[in-house]
């Protein structure tokens, strides 16, 4: 059987009717100064697949939304979906019938018709995930403890406390279903039939898969997150989840995807993690680093550290959720939790943001080029400022108008030498 490679070859990008440029004519797009060195993708939200307004999570206007699929074909040849393939949207319910195909269908269908590079945004994670998936007839234990990979690992802790985006936390704190549970044979049934079902339906044509997310645990010495899918199936639930979806599409690049990774702590858990896979033989193909950061973190130094220690693990390396908070609060967050962002980017821009911006995405890009032969795909966590999570912190290359602000003219700045550099 022919195997998919992400790496070799271009992809062909056919000429779209768009709006007209804002910037000036001779300027590259982010895609074409990048084109020999990695993907520059873009998640989008479900107004931008299904070209309407009311559909997704962000107010826009018909008049925005078309500016914003726009914008998405002009700069960008990969997505990732912000929402619509995690298990609580397109399987809510139990049951063969319980699944809710439209939403994400309309995104690989976008996907296709625009020639883009399409990745799906995930099968396992501990947050949004309906309850149902858990429940069961067994009495939750006492105490909480989880086995197995939980164990001691002789790192040092961080003070992080563990989160998701829109997620439960962990167990420490609770979860977001605490009755009767599942028995590990059911879990396992209840994911392989998800798994199977959803990468199924789109063999061929999603490329990626975030196969397990964020189960790393933040603080502690702990490597594993103490979530409900360890407490019940063991540490070997992230072994099953990529063994089945390599049944599923055995062409399909499977990628772990985790944030803070730019804290050395937080990525030598990483590392003792997809060791311990790979000697394992688990079909870990990709490592997925979010890079949720500040205007004033991480230096270049630390980010070109952290790339040369990913790249120790010898698979490629994806950027999956970039993006840069330019607000008061947060500038040490990197988290991925909706609620912390929230509350952290507030306060205000900080002095001269604009600027700031454009030299942190400067420097991040001069490190992803720097690595290029690891980097693979980069992809900014929503099309413009208007659209973004972290909104008050206008962490994107674009502004609410989808007009480029200085750090999109650093980003290509930064493309352009490199190339020169060759």
Known sequence: MKTYNVYLGLLTVVSLALAPRTWPADASTLKDACQEDFYVGVAINRSVALGAVGAGFANRNLEQVDKDIALVNEQFNQIAPENDLKWALIHPRPGANGYDFGPADAYVDFGLSNHLYIVGHTLVWHSQTPDWVFAGTNPPPVGLTAPGFMAETNIGGTNIPDRGRFGHGNGRRGFG??????????????????????VGR????IKVWDVVNEAIDDGGTNILRNSLWLQIIGPDFIDKAFEYAHEADPDAILRYNDYSLENPTKRRKLITLIKSLQERHV????????????????????????????????????????????????????????????????????????????????????????????????????????????????????????????????????????????
Do not use: C
């Open 202 to 205: 789109y063999k061929g044509k």
């Open 283 to 422: 079909p870990v193909m990709a490592i997925g680093s979010q890079t949720h950061v500040s205007v004033s973190s991480p230096s270049f130094e630390a980010e070109d550290r952290a790339l040369t220690e990913l790249e120790m693990l010898g698979l490629p390396i994806h950027i999956t959720e970039l993006d840069v908070n330019g607000a008061r609060g947060g500038q040490r967050e990197t988290g991925a939790d909706i609620a912390s962002n929230a509350e952290t980017t507030q306060g205000g821009l900080i002095n001269d943001a604009d600027q700031q911006l454009a030299n942190q995405y400067g420097s991040l890009f001069r490190a992803f080029l720097k690595h290029r032969h690891s980097v693979k795909v980069v992809t900014f966590w929503g099309v413009n400022d208007g659209v973004s999570w972290r909104a008050s912190g206008h962490p994107l290359l674009f502004n609410t108008s989808d007009q480029p602000k200085p750090a999109f003219d650093a980003v290509i700045a930064e493309a352009k030498r490199a190339a020169v550099a060759k």
């Open 177 to 198: 279903y605490n009755g009767p549970r599942a028995s590990r044979e059911e879990l396992l049934e209840r994911m392989r039939d998800h798994i199977h079902t959803v």
